[in-house]
């Protein structure tokens, strides 16, 4: 099996700053695609940034400017440093991981959150 493992998440002024990290370990061969969502009270889950094998990534528009999402392929682990935080900003962020095993199963992976709340 895989584990996602985050940390990072807390309470920060707007204008202020977090990085967020996500560790995968188990059964991996490669991972394809690793990203970061989040979810606030009463909304649904949404993309943040995801990030793929060979470095391209996408963001969500509402943090395009403010957030990088970055990887390291030999620590299995995925990096959101958050800059200019706002309080819209306030969810649970999610790490997410498209995984590929020996036996050549591709699955889906979810981390436990991690809070994140931007307020003065």
């Known amino acids: 099996q895989v584990q996602l493992v985050e940390s990072g998440g807390g309470l920060v002024q707007p204008g202020g700053s977090l990085r967020l990290s996500c560790a995968a370990s188990?059964?991996?061969?490669?991972?394809?695609?690793m990203g970061w969502y989040r979810q606030a009270p009463g909304k649904q889950r949404e993309l943040v940034a995801a990030?793929?094998?060979?470095?391209?990534?996408n963001y969500a528009d509402s943090v395009k400017g403010r957030f990088t999402i970055s990887r390291d392929n030999a620590k299995n682990t995925v990096y959101l440093q958050m800059n200019s935080l706002k309080p819209e900003d306030t969810a649970v962020y999610y790490c997410?991981?498209?995984?590929?095993?020996?036996?050549?199963?591709?699955?889906?992976?979810w981390g436990q959150g991690t809070q994140v709340t931007v307020s003065s």
């Open positions: 997410n991981a498209l995984i590929a095993h020996m036996t050549g199963d591709l699955d889906d992976y």
């Open positions: 188990g059964s991996i061969f490669s991972i394809n695609v």
């Open positions: 990030i793929a094998s060979g470095g391209s990534t």
